[in-house]
C-alpha cells in the first residue's frame, strides 16, 4: 500500500525538467495537529541538490527496509 511520504518520494524523484509547478497535498489525517501541508515539488528538488534527487529513490528504499526490519524486532 502507498502512503503520503511514498508518493512524495517518487514525485522528487520524477518531476525532472517540468516547466511548471507540481504541489503535492496530502490527506489531512484527523489526528494530525499541523493542519494542511502543501509541498512545492520543484522548490524542494532545488533545495534538496541533483545527487539527493536523483538518488532518493534508493534512499527511501534503504530507509524504509531499516524501519521494517526494526518493527520486528521490538
Not at 511520504?5 to 517540468?18: E, M, P, Q, Y
Not at 516547466?19 to 509541498?39: A, L
Not at 528538488?45 to 524486532?73: D, M, P, W, Y
Request: proline letters at 3%; one cysteine or more.
Amino acid at each position: 500500500m502507498w502512503n503520503d511520504t511514498d508518493l512524495l518520494v517518487i514525485l522528487i524523484h520524477h518531476a525532472k525538467n517540468v516547466s511548471y509547478t507540481v504541489y503535492f497535498r496530502p490527506e489531512t489525517k484527523r489526528s494530525s495537529k499541523q493542519g494542511n501541508r502543501c509541498w512545492n515539488i520543484p522548490a524542494i528538488r532545488a533545495l534538496l541538490g541533483s545527487i539527493v534527487t536523483n538518488n532518493i529513490l534508493f534512499l527511501h528504499a534503504i530507509h524504509t527496509q531499516e524501519t521494517i526490519s526494526l518493527k520486528g524486532k521490538i
